[in-house]
């Protein structure tokens, strides 16, 4: 694991929302990603979302990335511990 990304863990573990400090504003890219995902999603669900629900479901996904981001980091950081 690389200093840098070994700093920003703990940093994490110590204060996790700082996390929520360190993203960026979205490009147009990423606004072109967002919107394409949300017709995807009308179309596997075959139904419309409305804004609210989409951005609900955006808001679980977001909370479930840092989660598992986290908990990942602290696995990382305990098998590299405990290997002999």
Known sequence: MNDEF??????????????KDTNKP??????NLK???KK????IYMCKLTKIQ????DSII????????VMNGIINQ??????P
Request: hydrophobic share 35%; no cysteine.
């Open 62 to 69: 977001q909370d479930e990335l840092v989660i598992m981001n």
């Open 54 to 57: 989409y951005n609900h479901i």
């Open 40 to 43: 995807l999603m009308d179309r």
């Open 6 to 19: 070994k700093q920003k863990t703990l940093k994490l573990l110590a204060d996790p929302i700082k996390l």
């Open 35 to 37: 919107i394409s995902f």
């Open 78 to 83: 305990v098998s590299q511990y405990q290997n």
């Open 26 to 31: 979205p490009t147009q890219s990423t606004q």
